[in-house]
């Protein structure tokens, strides 16, 4: 009996990353859209999904968002007004994959202070979770350790279930 448990409590474990947890990104962290931080070193490591969203965190109207195809993010063309995002807390969703570029369309920040964002966006297949021994600290970290306890208590929850029919 203990190792049929075992058994299918590693069965439903491997079975479920597919219901990890969408992630919201928070650009820049606690910086937020900012001048002069390097957007380009915070995408850097990170798996953006399908089902995921990016929440860009500003004070308006100091800032604001525009999503933009690679010609106008190369060259910082700021795109008429009434596209851009201006909330201080836009949250954008990554409903499918591919490069995605956005940009500041205030002043010079896009093409003097570096305020542009590039990211690409895989569908949301068996990416597995970062096991939480490597994962670094930060808002993301805490993320990646709900997604894998949550899949951890689904898996059991699962098993528990198989067990007791
Ligand atoms: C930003 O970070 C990237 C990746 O880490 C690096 O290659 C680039 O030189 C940095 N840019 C600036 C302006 O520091
Ligand atoms: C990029 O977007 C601009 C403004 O919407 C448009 O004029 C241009 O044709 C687009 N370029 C490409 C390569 O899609
Ligand atoms: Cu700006």
Do not use: R
């Not at 109207?61 to 807390?89: R, S, Y």
């Not at 205030?106 to 597995?128: F, R």
């Amino acid at each position: 009996m203990a190792s049929q448990f075992a058994i299918l409590a590693i069965f439903a474990f491997v079975a479920l990353p597919s219901v990890a947890l969408a992630m919201q990104w928070t650009v820049g962290d606690d910086s937020g859209w900012t001048n002069g931080y390097n957007y380009t070193d915070w995408a850097k490591d990170k798996v953006f999904q399908v089902g995921d969203s990016l929440l860009f965190n500003y004070q308006a109207p100091h800032h604001n968002v525009f999503k933009v195809n690679m010609t106008d993010f190369q060259a910082c063309n700021i795109p008429p007004a009434n596209e851009a995002l201006t909330t201080g807390h836009d949250v954008i969703p990554l409903s499918t994959p591919g490069v995605k570029w956005y940009i500041c369309g205030i002043g010079e920040h896009c093409a003097k202070s570096n305020q542009k964002l590039k990211i690409t966006v895989v569908a949301d297949t068996q990416v597995p979770a970062s096991p939480p021994a490597v994962v670094e600290p930060g808002t993301s970290g805490t993320n990646a350790l709900v997604s894998a306890s949550f899949k951890f208590l689904a898996a059991a929850g699962v098993a528990l279930v198989l067990v007791t029919v």
